[in-house]
């Protein structure tokens, strides 16, 4: 595997004295070149259908830190958008999108096959992306797993407990289930397109996982993330892919080998010592330190890395936090994380 890129080697299984790092959100608001391309587009969504300044946001944590890989600057909620549902952000506030609780809503939605018309800016960024990332550096698209964008698509928001996708799927599990297989249908052809334009490695994002319990878990958090598993291996093989069931506890033993997946991102809920046993047996694990330490920064901070690397040091690893950086990180915490990773 010598002369691979340092993050495909860890996805292929390889351990490494030192793991590659990249970051969740590493291109966003804490970086004060981010905000000066943010403004420049005009708002987040302009921002995400601008090929050359979204290419530009995803390269500037690469110049400045030199990160093993980048993410592509999009979104999870596109794919709502793609199928027909309104999207808009609210500064402060997060994200707003038209309801979907009654079948009459749903029959609103386009098929998964109209999605690209709306997508393929995204898809012209990931291809100027293959051509401008430095050689070393892997290049990572990503979509929300349909569990997740359900939640955001039945509530129109952001919740805190999921608790109107979870109505949903009680009192009228045949619409939900419908729209989960409508989402996980366009999800698979959005990714495809991905990879078809350069990406590298995809990662399913799933950070409502853990509000699924038993068996909902194995059906709506597992099942479509071993779906969209399969039909990407089968289109293109050697891809690999992360999933991220973010707050699944115990269920991220054997979460691997039940999905097909070639890498579990771990929150930063897991104890490393723990997943190392009970997760990183099945392969390369990716984590999972807490976010705050990007604001707090200082020996918490070193200790914290140094705990992490030692506990995953002897399997496949790939170093990020356990969540997305948030906007009141310090940039020079970031940096200490990683000359704490690389050196010691
Ligand atoms: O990681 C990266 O650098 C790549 C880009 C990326 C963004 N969102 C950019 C973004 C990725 C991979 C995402 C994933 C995403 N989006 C998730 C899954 C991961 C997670 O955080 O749990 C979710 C749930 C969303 C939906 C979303 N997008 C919300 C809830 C919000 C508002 C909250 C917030 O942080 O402001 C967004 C906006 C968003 N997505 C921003 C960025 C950089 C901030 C937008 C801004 O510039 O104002």
Redesign the pocket.
């Known amino acids: 595997m010598a002369g691979q890129k340092k993050l495909l080697r860890a996805l292929a299984g390889e351990t490494q004295d030192v793991p590659p790092i990249w970051m ?6 804490y970086l004060p070149e ?1 905000r000066a391309t ?1 403004a420049e587009a005009g708002d ?1 969504l302009s ?1 995400c259908y601008n090929p050359e300044l979204a290419a530009e946001v ?1 390269l500037q944590p690469i110049r400045r830190y030199g990160f093993d890989a980048a ?7 596109l794919i709502p958008q793609a199928l027909g549902a309104d999207l808009w ?1 609210v ?1 402060g506030e ?2 707003r999108l038209s309801t979907i609780t009654t079948e009459s809503d749903f029959a609103k939605l386009g098929p998964a096959s109209d999605i690209h018309e709306t997508l393929n800016p995204i898809y012209e960024t990931v291809r100027i992306l293959s051509r401008e990332l430095p050689a070393e550096t892997t290049l990572i698209g ?1 979509a ?1 797993a349909p569990w ?1 964008v359900a939640t ?1 698509m039945i509530a129109g928001r ?1 919740t805190p407990d999921q608790g109107p996708a979870h109505a949903l799927r009680m009192e009228n599990t045949a619409l939900f289930e419908t729209l989960l297989a409508r989402i996980t249908e366009a999800t698979i052809d959005y990714l495809s397109k991905q990879i078809e334009a350069g990406a590298e490695v995809v ?1 399913i ?1 799933d ?1 409502w996982a853990g509000s699924l319990k038993g068996e909902a878990f194995q059906k709506y958090a597992l099942e479509p993330c071993r779906q969209i598993t399969a039909a990407l291996k089968e289109r293109h093989p050697g891809i690999p892919v992360i999933g ?1 069931p ?1 707050e699944a506890g115990e269920k991220y033993t054997g979460f691997a080998k039940a999905t097909g997946i070639d890498c579990v991102a771990l929150d930063n809920s897991v104890d490393p010592a723990w997943a190392a046993a009970h997760v990183q047996v099945d392969g390369c694990v990716q984590g999972n330190l807490a976010s705050r330490h990007m604001v707090s920064g200082g020996q918490d901070l070193v200790d914290d890395t140094r705990r992490i690397v030692e506990a995953f040091r002897n399997g496949p690893h790939i170093f990020n936090l356990g ?2 950086i948030t ?1 009141d990180a310090d940039p020079a915490n970031v940096q200490l994380m990683i000359d704490t990773v690389r050196n010691g």
């Open positions: 969740m959100r590493q291109a966003g608001r981010y943010r987040f921002l995803t993410i592509l600057f999009a979104d999870i909620l952000f500064t997060g994200p990503f929300g997740t955001y952001g990662k994002f950070s991220f973010r969540h997305g906007p």
